[in-house]
């Protein structure tokens, strides 16, 4: 059967006519809405309610809000604007705790603005350039993992993906969906199984959503189905995304992907995780050092207004959880799919980033 696809990728993140232009991802999949933004502090909010989400696109979200903020700025000279610009950094680097690629992008460009020469007006411009690159950058960097994966997956396959690692949670294309649109536009025929995932339902209402207007055929499922699936054999590998990735490969995901990875292992399926290399943090030895959010209560015991669990009862409700190194097949990134060892290819993977700038 062949696949049909939109020519043109949502864009999650963009800049236009001087203003941070979002979709608001709160709203899907009801309502395609765009959000513009001028006020640095909103653009925090944004990323903290999750009407912007996925670590590479809040990553590039809050380096944009950091270059909006520096161009307001009214500052007496040089030293005066820095110190202005180091309490705004900081407020959107806690913004959400997990996602590396948030602190990732707020350091590249505040190590920027102390490096730039200059006066002020200088730094600024070379802030907004800098955030506007690495929009370029993230799409590029999508569309070459996004090739590298499709490799991995088989013709007439079906892939388990979990919450969303599509165009949404990227500036475009996506990670784990980029794989899965790579393989498509490489003319295989693949069916994908898109987990609920509770308690926001990322999957069912914005994984489905983007599949359903590109014409990929997509089944979502409850979270608790997955491994019935696997031991009928209707799966044939698992695709995820990523929001931070330790040294040694253990990887932050979606809460719930941990339980995939444990029962892909048990039916041998193949069990990838694609990220762009700005999601692996070198300086963490260990998926232990991963700072877990915790996120609202009022996620798990409401359905929007209506309250689901009983007044009094205890809540857990962490976002992520962490998949140990040696549950996961390859990590597919731009540079390549990176197999075990991963302390080994991981540190090769940036070597190779290394030469190529």
Known sequence: ?????????????????????LIDQNALPGILRHLDYTDWRE????IRTMIVRGAPAIGCTAALG???????????????????????????????????????????????????????VDIKDALMREALKMLEEDLTANRRLGWFGADLLADNSNILTHCNAGALATVGYGT??????????????????ADETRPRLQG????????????????????????SLMRQGR?????VGA???????????????YSLAVVAKHHNIP???????????????????????????????????????????GILNPAFDVTPAELITAIITEEGVLRPSFAHSITAAFEIAKKAD
């Not at 784990?176 to 199984?193: D, F, P, S, W």
């Not at 014409?215 to 997955?226: E, F, K, L, R, S």
């Not at 999601?279 to 015991?301: A, C, V």
Request: charged share 20%.
């Open 66 to 120: 950091i270059a909006m903020a520096a161009r307001n700025q009214i500052a007496a000279g040089r030293e005066d604007f820095l110190e202005r610009m180091q309490p705004i950094a900081e407020k959107f680097r806690t913004a959400r705790p997990t996602a590396v690629n948030l602190m990732w992008a707020v350091d590249r460009l505040m190590e920027l603005a102390y490096n730039t020469p200059g006066s002020v």
């Open 43 to 46: 653009v925090v909010e944004a």
């Open 176 to 193: 784990a969906l980029g794989v899965i649109r790579a393989a498509v536009e490489m003319g295989k025929n693949v069916h994908v199984y």
């Open 235 to 239: 799966v044939d590998a698992v695709v």
């Open 271 to 313: 069990f990838y995780v694609a990220a762009p290399l700005s999601t692996i943090d070198r300086n963490l030895p260990t998926g232990l050092q991963i700072p877990i959010e915790q996120r609202d209560t009022r996620e798990m015991t409401h359905i929007g207004e209506t309250r689901i669990a009983p007044e009094g009862v």
């Open 1 to 21: 059967m062949s696949q049909s696809r939109h020519s043109k990728i949502l864009q999650t993140v963009a800049w236009e006519q001087g203003r941070l232009r």
């Open 243 to 257: 929001d931070r990735i330790a040294n040694n490969g253990d990887t932050a995901n979606k809460i719930g992907t």
């Open 204 to 227: 069912m209402k914005l994984t489905a959503w983007e599949l359903v207007q590109e014409g990929i055929p997509v089944t979502v499922i409850a979270d608790n189905m997955a491994a």
